[in-house]
């Protein structure tokens, strides 16, 4: 896998984002952890500034990695960005007639689920943060799902190709925040013009000022234990 990172800078606040590329049979790792560079001072504007990656590498394979990989707490508990009451309008004093209300019944029912499994948080893998924010993809083959700050692969009859690892055992090696930060809220996606899997997650949210980075990992092909 390709891993790289780029400097973001947006509302006068740094930001630095890491950009990886993940490959089908490896995921990107560099072969030594470096410290995140210094982003430039930040510019008194409003408008996004990004540029070239920083950073970037290949990785050996997922499987390697997660075989070394910490497979510690994943929960993550999450606050709303608004904690105050939601006040909801007041319904209006006599009711309205809705015209377009459906008055008959509609067509059969949608059909049941070919293949159900217990993916992360259920059965085989406990998750207790709140909200688990689920993510998953499906590729040819497998099935990659993400929660929270946990990522596992899956077979399409359900059977764990890659039991549940901590989501920054993608950028091992690669060093910086993408590597020694675990924020969780992954996202995957299968592109399935060029057969790749793309994950992404941020990094050093939890700094006041930054830099905040975006990593994303592309693998090398259709196999997402791979490169």
């Known amino acids: 896998m390709s891993r790289s990172r780029r400097r973001h800078r947006r509302g006068g606040a740094a930001a630095l984002t890491a950009i990886l590329t993940a490959v089908p049979a490896l995921w990107f790792a560099a072969p030594t952890a470096q410290a995140d560079p210094a982003p430039h001072a930040a510019a008194a504007?409003?408008?996004?500034?990004?540029?070239?990656?920083?950073?970037?590498?290949?990785?050996?394979?997922?499987?390697?990695?997660?075989?070394?990989?910490?497979?510690?707490?994943?929960?993550?508990?999450?606050?709303?960005?608004?904690?105050?009451?939601?006040?909801?309008?007041?319904?209006?004093?006599?009711?309205?007639?809705?015209?377009?209300?459906?008055?008959?019944?509609?067509?059969?029912?949608?059909?049941?689920?070919?293949?159900?499994?217990e993916g992360i948080g259920a059965g085989n893998y406990s998750i207790t943060g709140v909200p688990p924010d689920p993510n998953s993809a499906v590729g040819s083959s497998q099935i990659v799902e993400t929660v929270n700050t946990a990522y596992a692969v899956y077979s399409k009859t359900g059977a764990t190709v890659l039991a549940p690892t901590d989501t920054s055992t993608l950028w091992s090696g690669f060093g910086g925040s993408c590597q020694s930060t675990n924020d969780g809220d992954a996202v995957v996606r299968w592109d399935t013009l060029a057969g790749r899997w793309v994950v992404t997650q941020f990094a050093n949210v939890s700094s006041s000022s930054g830099p905040y980075y975006e990593c994303v990992a592309v693998s090398t092909g259709a196999d997402a234990t791979g490169s």
Do not use: C, Y
């Not at 709303?80 to 006040?87: I, K, L, M, Q, V």
């Not at 809705?98 to 059969?108: F, K, L, R, T």
């Open 45 to 117: 504007h409003h408008s996004a500034d990004t540029g070239p990656a920083v950073r970037h590498d290949t990785s050996p394979t997922l499987r390697s990695m997660a075989a070394h990989a910490h497979h510690g707490h994943h929960g993550k508990r999450q606050q709303d960005d608004d904690p105050g009451e939601t006040r909801l309008p007041h319904p209006p004093a006599s009711p309205i007639p809705d015209p377009v209300v459906q008055s008959s019944p509609g067509g059969p029912s949608a059909p049941s689920t070919g293949t159900n499994f």
